[in-house]
């Protein structure tokens, strides 16, 4: 078969054409012809050999991680899939210690060990192939109406699983500032205010997750705001701020309003501490109130740390960006640990997603099908797969939301 693989001794990309078609071999598996795979940071890194590892006794890695596919075969125990329907792939997939309950619980996405694999990363080659099989477990069934989008579930699966860890850590609060609806979903009954930086991938669903609960929404990224990025921000409802006509700290700024957060932290000798900084902000000089979520997509530690600055009381930052690991930056850091501790504040990591992440991401992508098809279909930039050079060896395309190699 053809295959797209990266062989990281030799530090080449390659074009294949015998990679071996894989067959069913349990009768809980399902082979799926692939129809497209999705391209990410995560893919120029491979690509660029920063990581990625071939399975055991290969020399290459075939990459790519966010698929779409149609089902040619299912094994005889299979109950969820028929032959022609449109198949999604989780990625990650549990590791082999007994101890580790998370893989236990088929809930990889927070391995304790780390040893977890995952397809087109690390130790299984991925899905920029013909054909893949799978256990039927790791497979989701995505509607006929998605084909032209569903390619962006699993990027989707990423701000899913975050703000479902947002409503999570809410629940703490005891006022109930957020609630489970009848469906097992959680969601917001008051109003809440958040920023995502950067309007990537990534970012951008983020936004679309974020409007859909509700959230008063601010995007902070670099494109011009003519970019077909901004463009989407605010159709999906969100405000959007260009680097390039400020930086974050000129657009938002703390302000000190009379009555607010000014009451002195209880302790021993009152006069050994600072009062509460000041939680409130205002966008463009006009006061919003607190910022209860920030949402980083960036990876860019500078502009991230800067941001937890601005972050409210009992405000929530999430990281899902990762960052180049020699890429140091100076913080205050004790006024960033006060910050953290006199208001209440969580700083969250969120990698991978779950099962119950991927089937909201197909949900959401469903039941905003007609809109989103429309204002996003144009912006999935498809290759063929000779042309994989251009798109996995080049700089990311400008006015494009997502490219995706088509095998179909």
């Known amino acids: 078969m053809k ?32 129809l497209e795979v999705g391209v ?5 890194d491979i690509c660029q050999f920063q990581y990625g590892t071939p399975p055991q006794g290969s020399d290459y890695l075939v990459i790519g991680h966010e698929s779409l596919g149609q089902v040619v075969e299912v094994g005889s125990a299979v109950t969820d899939f028929k032959v022609g329907d449109l198949a999604v792939l989780m990625v990650r997939r549990p590791c082999s210690h007994k101890t580790c309950v998370a893989c236990q619980a088929n809930r990889q996405d927070f391995c304790y ?3 977890f694999k995952e397809r087109g990363i690390n130790q299984l080659h991925g899905f920029m192939t013909e054909y893949v099989v799978d256990e039927q477990k790791y497979i989701l069934r995505a509607p006929q109406t998605l084909r032209n989008i569903a390619v962006l579930t699993e990027p989707l699966t990423i701000a899913e699983k975050a703000v479902r860890e947002i409503f999570h850590i809410q629940m703490r609060l005891p006022w109930g500032c957020s609630r489970i609806s009848k469906d097992n979903t959680p969601t917001y009954n008051t109003a809440h205010r958040a920023l995502v930086l950067g309007a990537g991938p990534v970012g951008l669903l983020a936004t679309l997750v974020l409007c859909n609960q509700k959230f008063d929404t601010f995007v902070y990224s670099r494109e011009p705001n003519t970019d077909m990025r901004a463009k989407i921000v605010t159709a999906l ?14 657009i938002i700024k703390k302000q000190n309003v009379p009555g607010v957060a000014k009451t002195p932290e209880v302790v021993a000798n009152a006069n050994s501490l600072h009062t509460q900084p000041a939680s409130t902000v205002a966008i463009n000089n006009k006061i919003i109130g607190n910022l209860d979520v920030i949402f980083d997509a ?9 941001a937890t600055d601005l972050l409210g009381f009992n405000g929530i930052f999430v990281w899902t960006g990762i960052p180049g690991r020699q890429d140091p930056v100076d913080i205050n850091a004790g006024t960033f640990m006060q910050n953290v501790v006199l208001k209440n504040q969580n700083l969250v990591g969120s990698v991978n997603a779950g099962h119950e992440d991927f089937r909201s991401a197909i949900q959401n992508l469903g039941e905003l099908s007609q809109s989103l098809n429309e204002l996003l279909s144009p912006l999935i930039k498809r290759y063929t797969v000779d042309k994989y050079a251009d798109l996995l060896l080049q700089p990311p395309v400008a006015n494009t939301l997502k490219s995706a190699i088509s095998f179909s």
């Open 298 to 306: 960036t990876g860019a530690s500078r502009l991230a740390f800067e």
């Open 40 to 44: 990410c940071g995560t893919d120029h």
């Open 237 to 250: 409802g969100a405000t959007y701020f260009s680097a390039q006509n400020a930086t974050l700290k000129d």
């Open 3 to 34: 295959a797209i693989a990266v062989f990281p001794k030799e530090k080449k990309v390659r074009l294949i054409d015998n990679h071996p078609e894989p067959n069913i071999e349990s009768p809980t598996q399902v082979k799926i012809k692939i």
């Open 113 to 115: 060990t780390g040893d």
